[in-house]
């Protein structure tokens, strides 16, 4: 009867063996269960949706070709409006130089209107008659004007054909003088005479190159006087019909008291061109150099206080001194 009434008491194992079965079926329990809910909605947010990328990289390409316009279309209306600026600062900055040269040449019109005594006017006009005579190898005054120069070349010397290599010798660049005169006209030759007449020394040591050490390649001594001629029709302002230039000016005050003041000063032009010549050591590539700087001296010579007359001026020393010294 007592064993009947004594229940069994639980065995810790049993009850610790419960209590293991319990929380196996919580954690189970637990790990099957959604950790944010529905768990097919969170397999299908891991799932790549092309067609949402694409139209998102659709919305960024229209956005960058949008922006791309508008900057384009800014650059253009800069460049337009900066080439629009640039053409009316230079058409203002074109009037302003207009305006200034034409003041400019009013002011040198002005300038070199002078007066002329009509012993001036009557001795321009017939220079400029002189230099409007160009050189004519068929008339018989010019040939004869040509073997007179010849003669006072050489006057120990027979008189060559008008077509001879030998008038090479005296400086012509061929065989036939009249194919070298074509700007210097008649009065080149009329200069040549001149010089040689009136100031016979210098003449012939330029003409043979007797001054300084020369150059292995030296000027013609015949055409360098044609250019020389030439030269100083352009200076003084011969052929414009109007003088326009301060030494133009300045030489029409020394032809009223000299009716010769051109074929002097041509003299005096030819004598320094040949200083230059020898004290640049320059070479017949230099000719056009030296000649240049020979009216840039005599624009200054003519210039000085005090020149009456081509003899005042200090180049004019050279033709009359007999003595020169090498360089």
Not at 74 to 84: E, H, K, T, V, Y
Not at 286 to 296: D, I, P
């Amino acid at each position: 009867m007592a064993a009947r009434a004594i229940k069994r008491r639980p065995n810790n194992s049993d009850a610790d063996k419960g209590k293991e079965e319990q929380m196996e079926t919580s954690i189970s329990d637990a790990q099957s269960e959604p950790l944010l809910g529905n768990d097919t909605a969170r397999k299908q947010s891991k799932i790549h949706d092309p067609k949402r990328c694409s139209d998102f990289w659709e919305s960024k390409r229209w956005e960058c070709l949008h922006w791309a316009n508008l900057i384009s279309h800014f650059f253009a209306q800069s460049a337009r409006r900066i080439a629009n600026f640039v053409s009316s600062f230079g058409t203002f900055i074109g009037k302003l130089f207009s305006r200034s040269s034409a003041n400019q040449q009013a002011q040198s019109d002005k300038k070199f209107s002078i007066y002329l005594s009509p012993l001036q006017e009557e001795r321009l006009r017939h220079l400029r008659q002189r230099v409007e005579v160009p050189f004519d190898g068929s008339s018989v005054d010019h040939q004869d004007a040509l073997k007179q120069l010849w003669m006072l070349a050489y006057p120990n010397r027979e008189l060559p054909p008008l077509k001879s290599e030998l008038w090479k010798e005296m400086g012509w660049q061929g065989s036939d003088p009249s194919t070298d005169f074509r700007g210097g006209g008649f009065i080149s030759l009329e200069n040549l005479i001149y010089f040689a007449k009136h100031y016979p020394d210098s003449f012939h040591r330029l003409l043979h190159k007797e001054d300084g050490v020369r150059s292995e390649w030296e000027y013609p001594f015949a055409a360098g006087g044609i250019n020389i001629s030439y030269m100083l029709i352009q200076m003084l302002d011969l052929q414009s019909g109007k003088l326009t230039s301060k030494a133009g000016a300045r030489f029409v005050e020394l032809l009223g008291g000299d009716d010769l003041a051109f074929d002097n000063l041509y003299c005096v032009a030819f004598q320094m061109l040949d200083r230059q010549w020898l004290a640049k050591r320059a070479t017949y590539m230099e000719f056009n150099e030296v000649l240049k700087s020979t009216r840039m001296q005599l624009e200054q010579e003519l210039s000085l206080e005090g020149i009456s007359c081509v003899r005042d001026m200090p180049a004019y020393r050279m033709l009359t001194s007999l003595s020169q010294d090498g360089i």
